[in-house]
């Protein structure tokens, strides 16, 4: 799998988001402070609100717009079999007989990507799963709690 094109997309989806946030906090904004919403008695709290709306909705296209940063400057880099893991490896975790593509991402964790008919998934290393595979290297197992039930989990490749 082409990490540097996952990377790319991974970036196009996070700018994706940053546009639409930093659009919905301007149109919050100004609804927030239009003449329209002054308080018409000390009940009427619609302005308050709104303004509650956009700064909630700003904070929020804040952290998009680092998520977007901290991508972008990720150095993209093959890793050996041998190598620790650690932000930007590419992991293959096989469990059940089944494998699961992972991106080690320092932010948007959760973010979903389908890449050559596969979906990757973001972790952070603050993650429950982040945490377990930082520091590991391809070959090591782990114990995954998938669905409540403890399983065993092998790396089965880092790239």
Known sequence: MDKRALIAQIIARLQTEL???????????AE??????????????????????????SKAAEEAAQAVAQFSALP????TATE????????????????AYYLIGPR??????????????????????????????QGDTLQLDLGGKRSAGLIAKVS
């Open 84 to 99: 620790p893991i650690s932000l930007g490896a590419l992991v293959t975790l096989e469990s059940q007989g089944r494998a």
């Open 19 to 29: 546009d639409l946030l930093t659009a919905a906090a301007l149109a919050t904004h």
């Open 108 to 137: 948007a964790g959760g973010t979903e990507i389908e890449r050559e008919s596969q979906s990757v998934l973001v972790i952070t290393p603050q993650s429950p799963l982040g945490r377990q595979v930082m520091g590991r290297q």
């Open 76 to 79: 993209v880099r093959d890793f």
């Open 32 to 57: 927030a402070t239009d003449e329209e919403n002054k308080a018409e008695d000390k009940y009427d709290t619609r302005g308050l609100e709104a303004s509650y709306l956009a700064h909630g909705q």
